[in-house]
Antibody
Framework: QVNLQESGPGLVKPSETLSLTCNVS????????WTWIRQPPGKGLEWIGY???????GYNPSLKSRATISLQSSKSQFSLSLRAVTAADTAVYYC????????????WGKGTMVAVSS | QPVLTQPPSVSGAPGQRVTISCTGS?????????VFWYQQFPGTAPRLLIY???NRPSGVPDRFSGSKSGTSASLAITGLRAEDEADYYC????????????FGGGTKLTVL
């Protein structure tokens, strides 16, 4: 059974960097897009970006200048770094597996709440 | 502002049929990108309901069906049950956003 588990600080100060890691178990890192999605409290889902098993990345243009997603294949992990955060970045962050050819997101982590506050 | 447009809420009585619309544009749904639907219960992660416009993953009841036409898509739920009460999101990809994934704003389904 494939399992994704997010980890990282639950509180980040404004202007600092939000860093999250997703641990992948029960599946190979190969041939998938590893994706981050977020959901502000009481609001809808927002696509952040992905890293492919080859290392290539793609981002939501609205976050591209602040976000970096990377893969640590040897550890079966991938990570998100979001710089210069503000209160608007307060959200539940999900790590998600996206299918290689049909592009559906079929495995989701439980999500981790990150609040941006001083 | 979500790129894809969904009604904020829909409702129906048990046993009835409801549909949730998802309206996009020529750069996403109309460009031929597939549409996906996700179901989300409060406090939990979304669950894939429909992929490739019309396909159900194993374990999803056939009461759920998807369709697509032009720049829009729809999710239909027949034989409505109390346990279907949840938020539903459509998702696609957008050429105008460098192929980024885009979501609808979500629709709250209430079973009366």
């Amino acid at each position: 059974q494939v399992n994704l588990q997010e980890s990282g600080p639950g509180l980040v100060k404004p202007s600092e960097t939000l860093s999250l890691t997703c641990n992948v178990s029960g599946a190979s890192i190969s041939r998938y897009y590893w994706t981050w999605i977020r959901q502000p409290p009481g609001k809808g889902l927002e696509w952040i970006g992905y890293v492919f098993f080859s290392g290539s990345t793609g981002y939501n243009p609205s976050l591209k200048s602040r976000a970096t997603i990377s893969l640590q294949s040897s550890k079966s992990q991938f990570s998100l770094s979001l710089r210069a955060v503000t209160a608007a970045d307060t959200a539940v962050y999900y790590c998600v597996r996206r299918n290689y050819d049909l592009y559906y997101m079929d495995v989701w982590g439980k999500g981790t709440m990150v609040a941006v506050s001083s | 502002q979500p790129v894809l447009t969904q009604p904020p809420s829909v409702s129906g009585a048990p046993g009835q049929r409801v549909t949730i619309s998802c309206t996009g544009s020529s750069s996403n749904i109309g460009a031929g990108h597939a549409v996906f639907w996700y179901q989300q219960f409060p406090g939990t992660a979304p669950r894939l309901l429909i992929y490739g416009n019309t396909n159900r993953p194993s374990g999803v009841p056939d009461r759920f069906s998807g369709s697509k036409s032009g720049t829009s898509a729809s999710l239909a739920i027949t034989g409505l049950r109390a346990e279907d009460e949840a938020d539903y999101y459509c998702q696609s990809y957008d050429n105008a956003l460098s192929g980024s994934g885009v979501f609808g704003g979500g629709t709250k389904l209430t079973v009366l």
